[in-house]
């Protein structure tokens, strides 16, 4: 039996309910799966940013949100107005799940580009992901992700990740490892069970890579392709300006 690394400690990933105290006061980190927002979320971020924070808003290299600059209550807690404010805008769906909500997907899927629209199958991963008790094991800093064919995902080297082969098709990436090839319609359930597998013989690794056998273990098999460079086009699309954020 293969021996699991030195344990490592437990990851200090933040959210709402953790927040991280650094130089300029605590910071949360807000989870925002695939990238997709409510409507009005931004615009009530910004406000509760203003009044509780720095003001601004900022966005993580894993397209999620960041609130830095926030007082902490006697408690040790974030101000009540804003753990309300981000239950209000639907960014806190399960708060035993809020720190592994972390699924990047193609940013332009559906609008430019991309063999097929995977924002479904983000919003169908996520919610699988917060009804599984088991996920909520899962450490802070697993990543998932969704490329729908372009290549900007799967350079991004998350744990788990869906590559569309073909519109109807995907090739699971276990780490580095190619795992099975499934329909698209399969992706979400799919990518539940190997996390779930992965949750239950993890000890205290935080990522597929770290496994002794390195995926192996959860399906994984040859070592995965590396991607071609990614061409993602930006500009204007039907009237919206898309932009590159350097991170």
Not at 122 to 146: N, S, T
Not at 162 to 176: E, F, H, K, N, Q
Not at 199 to 219: F, K, N
């Amino acid at each position: 039996m293969d021996a699991l690394p030195p344990s490592l400690p437990p990851d200090r990933c933040p959210g709402i309910l953790r927040p991280h105290v650094a130089a300029d006061g605590a910071l949360v980190r807000l989870r925002v799966p695939g990238g997709q927002l409510p409507d009005g979320a931004l615009r009530a971020l910004s406000a509760v940013s203003v009044a509780c924070a720095d003001g601004d808003v900022h966005l993580t290299s894993r397209g999620n949100l960041q609130i830095r600059g926030i007082e902490l209550d006697e408690c040790g807690g974030v101000p009540s107005a804003l753990s309300e404010a981000v239950t209000a805008t639907g960014l806190l769906p399960s708060a035993s799940h809020e720190r592994v909500r972390n699924i990047v997907a193609s940013p332009l899927t559906g609008l430019c580009g991309g063999l097929a629209d995977v924002r479904p199958l983000v919003r169908e991963l996520d919610a699988g992901l917060c009804a599984d008790p088991a996920l909520a094991d899962l450490p802070g800093r697993f990543l998932f992700g969704i490329d729908d064919g372009r290549g900007d995902i799967a350079a991004m080297r998350c744990d788990l990740t869906a590559i569309l082969r073909d519109p109807a098709v995907s090739t699971i990436v276990i780490g580095d490892l190619r795992g099975p090839t499934v329909p698209l319609a399969q992706v979400p359930a799919t990518l539940i069970r190997l996390a779930r597998h992965f949750a239950g013989i993890r000890d205290s690794v935080w990522h597929v890579r770290q496994l002794p056998r390195a995926g192996a273990e959860i399906g994984g098999r040859d070592p995965a392709p590396r991607p071609p460079a990614c061409t993602m086009p930006y500009g204007t699309l039907g009237g919206a300006v898309s932009v590159l954020v350097p991170l």
